[in-house]
């Protein structure tokens, strides 16, 4: 069976059908217009920490350097949001709120007890440090406890745990395991012991 050679000729009431379908679903198109882009976000900017935007404020929140369990429940309450939204689903203003109250919870009624810095050592009040202050106070600490010469500052600079772990089996990084022997040459036997 052969096909036929040659080009074949359209139908051009056909051709005309289509041509009226074409441009019936670009006018279509075009009185729709674009489709609104959702404003739903995978990651959410939060006191310079990216937060996962799928996961819920409490969760979020945790994630943030300086704030733990407690104070992420408390931070959900005071702003008055369900801890188990979506991070993706807050507007701005929520986020300033929330940046706001985990900048300085104890200005929010937040008990002292929730806070990391209580009764600081230079002003006497309480403060929350979060983020870079958080890895700042600790640098500064450590140096500090390294200058004054005491026993925990000798352990830090020795690099020896501080809190009077044993140390004999523990804490061993990377040095020699066991006794190393030197291996005998084949072939040599004991040697003499000499004569006086």
């Known amino acids: 069976m052969g096909g036929l050679k040659g080009k074949t000729t359209k139908d051009p009431i056909e051709e005309q059908r289509r041509e009226e379908e074409k441009k019936a679903r670009e006018a279509l198109k075009k009185e729709q217009g674009k489709p609104e882009p959702t404003l739903e976000r995978n990651i959410v900017r939060l006191m310079a920490t990216d937060l996962d935007g799928n996961a819920s404020i409490f969760n979020a929140l945790r994630a943030i350097r300086g704030v733990n369990f407690s104070l992420a429940k408390a931070i959900c309450l005071v702003a008055e949001l369900d801890p188990l939204t979506k991070t993706s689903t807050l507007t701005e203003d929520q986020l300033k709120k929330l940046e706001e109250i ?71 990084k990377s040095g020699s395991v066991g006794v190393v022997r030197a291996k005998a040459k084949p072939g040599e036997g004991a040697k003499p012991a000499e004569k006086k």
């Not at 309480?126 to 005491?150: A, E, I, P």
């Open 102 to 172: 985990v900048r300085n919870p104890a200005n929010y009624n937040i008990p002292s007890y929730m806070l990391n810095l209580r009764k600081d050592a230079e002003t006497g009040k309480d403060r929350h440090l979060t983020v870079s202050d958080l890895d700042v106070s600790l640098r500064q600490k450590l140096s500090d406890l390294m200058r004054y010469g005491s026993y925990r500052g000798w352990r830090h600079r020795l690099g020896q745990p501080v809190r009077g772990q044993r140390t004999r089996s523990s804490f061993r």
